[in-house]
Antibody
Framework: EVQLVESGGGLIQPGGSLRLSCAASGFIVSNNYMSWVRQAPGKGLEWVSVIYSGGTTYYADSVKGRFTISRDNSKNTLYLQMNSLRAEDTAVYFC?????????????WGQGTTVTVSS | DIQMTQSPSSLAASVGDRVTITCRAS??????LNWYQQKPGKAPKLLIYAASSLQSGVPSRFSGSGSGTDFTLTISSLQPEDFATYYCQQSYNTRTFGQGTKVEIK
């Protein structure tokens, strides 16, 4: 079964760091484009970051310089390292598979992991 | 950055109604446009990719059209399970989501 399972969320103080994980099964992460998307409480979806199969990465302006997307091919897992966290980073974070190019959309999603940034 | 603007932000409709949601990009994005459905507390679900291609397993009452800057999602006959929030998303230059359209029961 094709599946994504996120973990690593929690309550963190402003300025702190957190690493989210997204474990994949049923497909190979490194063969696909993979994104992180977040949703603040009661708000819409916000794209955060993407890593292409070739390793190229892109970030939303709101997280550039603070967040880093990466993957571990041996573990078939996607990561999001989040540093210098702010209250406005509070959200449910989803990982999603995009297939082998930009045309296919995000067809597989995890269940989401909640990050709360608060003192 | 490419901005995506959906309209309306919300609408009320009845079962059986034809529903149309529009999405406008701030610059041309060719056909790099996807549509998602999200229900409360759940992850989004891909409905349409590449502007008009129906994702596998999605009912044929959903359809998408458009290219360039103007796009449309149509639900031909609204069903009870279709009450949800719908998002467009461009993948022409990084990614951007629209602000969402909530479809409610009239």
């Amino acid at each position: 079964e094709v599946q994504l399972v996120e973990s690593g969320g929690g309550l963190i103080q402003p300025g702190g760091s957190l690493r989210l994980s997204c474990a994949a099964s049923g497909f190979i992460v490194s063969n696909n484009y993979m994104s992180w998307v977040r949703q603040a409480p009661g708000k819409g979806l916000e794209w955060v970051s993407v890593i292409y199969s070739g390793g190229t990465t892109y970030y939303a302006d709101s997280v550039k310089g603070r967040f880093t997307i990466s993957r571990d091919n041996s573990k078939n897992t996607l990561y999001l390292q989040m540093n210098s966290l702010r209250a406005e980073d509070t959200a449910v974070y989803f990982c999603a598979r995009e297939g082998t190019n930009e045309r296919y959309g995000m067809d597989v999603w995890g269940q989401g992991t909640t990050v709360t940034v608060s003192s | 950055d490419i901005q995506m603007t959906q309209s309306p932000s919300s609408l009320a409709a009845s079962v059986g109604d034809r529903v149309t949601i529009t999405c406008r990009a701030s610059q041309s994005i060719s056909s790099y446009l996807n549509w998602y459905q999200q229900k409360p507390g759940k992850a989004p679900k891909l409905l349409i990719y590449a502007a008009s291609s129906l994702q596998s397993g999605v009912p044929s009452r959903f359809s998408g059209s458009g290219s360039g800057t103007d796009f449309t999602l149509t639900i031909s006959s609204l069903q009870p399970e279709d009450f949800a929030t719908y998002y467009c998303q461009q993948s022409y230059n990084t990614r951007t989501f629209g602000q969402g359209t909530k479809v409610e029961i009239k």
